[in-house]
Nanobody
Framework: QVRLVESGGGLVQAGGSLRLSCAAS????????MGWFRQAPGKEREIVAT????????YYRMSVKGRFTISRDNAKNTVYLQMSSLKPEDTAVYYC???????????????WGQGTQVTVSS
């Protein structure tokens, strides 16, 4: 069992930056692929970025490449999402998730956090 708690969301102007954190409980954090997803009102939840258990492999959706960076610290049981050059279209609830395989499909993730709101004003 893994419990995930996100933090770091908030209101920011376009062009600004935020860093999201996701703290995990459980001793097996280092074995999981970690993903960040987001869901805007009226839209489906979509993948933002993923990172493999050892940090060696990463995936970013095209619209955030070059602006967002995913990283993890297995010693702290924490995964991060550094977001820069934020745009109004990045506004959404951001969720972190843990899964057993490196995947961009949300149904491949077994554990989810409660989400943190990110709002980017124009």
């Amino acid at each position: 069992q893994v419990r995930l708690v996100e933090s770091g969301g908030g209101l920011v102007q376009a062009g600004g930056s935020l860093r999201l954190s996701c703290a995990a409980s459980g001793r097996t954090f280092s074995t999981y692929t970690m993903g960040w997803f987001r869901q805007a009102p009226g839209k489906e939840r979509e993948i933002v970025a993923t990172i493999s258990w050892d940090g060696a492999s990463m995936y970013y959706r095209m619209s955030v490449k070059g602006r967002f960076t995913i990283s993890r610290d297995n010693a702290k049981n924490t995964v991060y999402l550094q977001m820069s050059s934020l745009k109004p279209e990045d506004t959404a609830v951001y969720y972190c998730a843990a899964g057993s395989t490196f995947s961009i499909r949300r149904d491949e993730y077994d554990y989810w956090g409660q989400g943190t709101q990110v709002t980017v004003s124009s």
